[in-house]
C-alpha cells in the first residue's frame, strides 16, 4: 500500500510502531498475521488509526528454554552459543567458550604446560608439550651437523640433510607443527642456519659451499657461493649481528685454526676474513659463538695444563681480547666435552657437564651466569646423578632451558631437560623429553622464542631416522 494512503495521522502511528524494538514493517489486522516463527518473541498487531495496524515481535521469555531445550532465549533470540550479559556470541573461541545458552566461560587455565581450545562449547586443556615429526626421511644415524635449527619471523625453521643426501628447509608454526618444506638442494651436507632482522641464512656444503636467502614464507633467493670456499671442514657456527652475519669456523689441518668471516646480509659478499690468534684460541672439542650487541663473544673448549673453558670477546674487525679461564679440568676422556652458552647484551650463561669421580663415574650438569668480563654472577648450579653430555641451552625473557643426553654410547638414549629463572632458579626439575633418543639424538638442540623454549632432537627405529620436536614448559 503506497503511504499516501495512510493519511497524515495514519502515517504517523505507522513510522512509530516501526521504529520500535520488535517493529515488523508487516500490515496486520489480528497477532496471527505478525507470527515471525520465531519462540523467543511475542507477536502483537499494534492498531494504529483509522483501523490500520502494524505487526511487533518484541522479545519474551528470556533466559527460558528454546528449541526443545537446544538454547536459551536471549533478546529476542534463540541462542544456542553462549550468552554474557544480554549478547548472545558463537560459544567457539577460547575467550568466550559454551553452548545451548549457557553463561560463556574462558578457557585459560594460566598453565604455560597446556593448549587451550573450545570445542563444541566445551573447554579442552591439551598437553602442549606434545611431540611432534618434523621429518621421518633423515639419516638413521646422522651426525650432530647434519640438522640446525633457528626461530625468527614467528616461526621455527630447520635445516636438515635427509637421508638421499638433499638438504631441506622445514618451516614449523610456534607449536611445531609443520608448515613448509623446502628443498635447497639436491645433494649436500652440513646445512648451518640463521636468521636475521627480517629473513635468514642457510648455509651447506655441497660442490664448494653454497648459501641462500630465505624469507618468512620459506621462499629461496638465488643460491650463492660462500665467499671463501669450503668452510665445512672444521666446525662451524653462525651469527647476526644487527646488519651482517657473523661466521665463526676451524680449520682442523692447521690445528683447529680459528678463523672470523663478516658475510653480507644477503650472503653474498664477503666483507672480511680474519683468522684470529692461534696462541690463545684453542677448539679441539668446540666453541660457542655469540653477538653481545657490540662485539662477538666465543668460549672454547680445549685441555693441557689451565685446560678447561675459556672466554673471549672479539671486535668485528676481529681483534680478540685476552682470554678468561671460566672453568678449569677435563673430563676422562682427557677433554671438555660439548659446553653449550645462552648469550645478551649484559652477560652470558654456560652450561656444560662435569664428571664425576665416583666409582661408577658419571657427568653431572652444572650452569653458572657471567658478566661480560668473565666474571661469575653466581654459584655454579649442579644437577648431581643427570649424565648430562653433550648440553644445550638457551635464554629468553623467561629465564633458561638446558637439556642434555644420557651418556649411553650404544642403544637409545634418554633426552631430559630443566628451566631456570633468569637468576638461576629451577622453575622445572630435569624431566625426560625422549627416551628413544639414538646417535645424534645425544646432540639435542634447544630453541627460544621470546616468552616459550623448544628442543629438537634425533630418533632411529627400523633403519630409518626421525627429527622430533618438542615444546619445553614448565
Avoid at 494512503?5 to 520500535?20: D, R
Avoid at 661469575?376 to 635464554?395: F, I, V
Avoid at 634418554?414 to 630435569?430: E, H, Y
Wanted: with cysteine; proline share 4%; hydrophobic share 30%.
Amino acid at each position: 500500500m503506497a503511504l499516501r494512503n495512510y493519511g497524515p495521522a495514519g502515517l504517523a502511528a505507522f513510522l512509530l510502531a516501526c521504529s520500535s524494538p520488535g517493529a515488523s514493517e508487516r500490515a496486520c489486522t489480528s497477532a496471527k498475521d505478525c507470527d515471525d516463527s520465531n519462540e523467543c518473541t511475542a507477536d502483537v498487531c499494534v492498531q494504529g488509526q483509522e483501523g490500520h495496524g502494524s505487526c511487533q515481535n518484541p522479545p519474551q521469555r528470556e533466559d527460558e528454554s528454546c528449541q526443545q531445550g537446544g538454547g536459551r532465549c536471549v533478546s529476542g533470540t534463540c541462542c544456542s552459543g553462549c550468552r554474557t550479559g544480554d549478547q548472545c556470541l558463537s560459544g567457539a573461541t577460547v575467550e568466550a567458550c559454551g553452548q545451548h545458552g549457557a553463561a560463556c566461560v574462558s578457557c585459560d587455565d594460566t598453565n604455560r604446560c597446556t593448549e587451550d581450545r573450545c570445542t563444541e562449547g566445551q573447554c579442552v586443556h591439551d598437553p602442549l608439550d606434545r611431540q611432534k615429526t618434523i621429518s621421518d626421511q633423515v639419516s638413521s644415524a646422522p651426525e650432530w651437523w647434519d640438522y640446525s635449527a633457528t626461530y625468527g619471523g614467528g616461526s621455527f625453521f630447520v635445516a636438515a640433510k635427509l637421508a638421499d643426501g638433499s638438504i631441506h628447509l622445514f618451516q614449523l608454526d610456534q607449536k611445531g607443527n609443520r608448515q613448509r618444506d623446502v628443498v635447497v638442494a639436491q645433494s649436500g651436507s652440513s646445512p648451518l642456519v640463521g636468521w636475521g632482522t627480517t629473513s635468514g641464512l642457510i648455509l651447506w656444503h655441497g660442490e664448494g659451499s653454497a648459501a641462500a636467502t630465505f624469507q618468512q614464507d620459506g621462499a629461496l633467493s638465488p643460491l650463492s657461493r660462500f665467499p671463501w670456499g669450503v668452510f665445512s671442514d672444521g666446525m662451524t657456527a653462525l651469527t647476526w649481528t644487527g646488519s651482517e652475519w657473523g661466521i665463526l669456523r676451524t680449520l682442523p689441518n692447521e690445528g683447529w685454526q680459528f678463523v672470523l668471516d663478516r658475510v653480507s646480509a644477503d650472503g653474498t659478499t664477503g666483507l672480511a676474513s680474519d683468522r684470529l690468534p692461534r696462541d690463545t684460541l684453542y677448539a679441539y672439542e668446540g666453541f660457542q659463538f655469540g653477538w653481545t650487541g657490540s662485539a662477538y663473544g666465543i668460549v672454547s673448549t680445549w685441555c693441557g695444563p689451565g685446560g678447561g673453558l675459556r672466554w673471549y670477546l672479539a671486535d668485528p674487525q676481529g681483534t680478540v681480547s685476552a682470554g678468561v679461564n671460566l672453568e678449569q679440568g677435563c673430563d676422562f676422556f682427557g677433554r671438555r666435552s660439548g659446553a653449550a652458552m645462552a648469550i645478551s647484551a649484559d652477560g652470558f650463561a654456560l652450561a656444560w657437564p662435569t664428571y664425576s669421580s665416583t666409582p661408577n663415574g658419571h657427568y653431572d650438569c652444572s650452569f653458572r651466569r657471567y658478566d661480560l668480563a668473565g666474571a661469575p654472577l653466581a654459584e655454579r648450579l649442579e644437577t648431581p646423578g643427570c649424565d648430562g653430555d653433550h648440553p644445550s641451552l638457551a635464554s629468553n625473557k623467561v629465564g633458561y632451558a638446558l637439556s642434555w643426553s644420557d651418556t649411553s654410547f650404544d642403544g637409545p638414549r634418554t633426552v631430559r631437560a630443566m628451566v631456570l629463572d633468569q637468576k638461576g632458579k629451577v622453575l622445572r626439575s630435569p624431566y625426560d623429553i625422549s627416551s628413544t633418543a639414538e646417535g645424534a639424538g645425544g646432540f639435542t638442540t634447544l630453541l627460544s622464542t621470546p616468552d616459550s623454549f623448544a628442543a629438537l632432537w634425533h630418533e632411529s627405529a627400523g633403519g630409518t631416522g626421525t627429527l622430533r620436536f618438542r615444546t619445553i614448559c614448565w
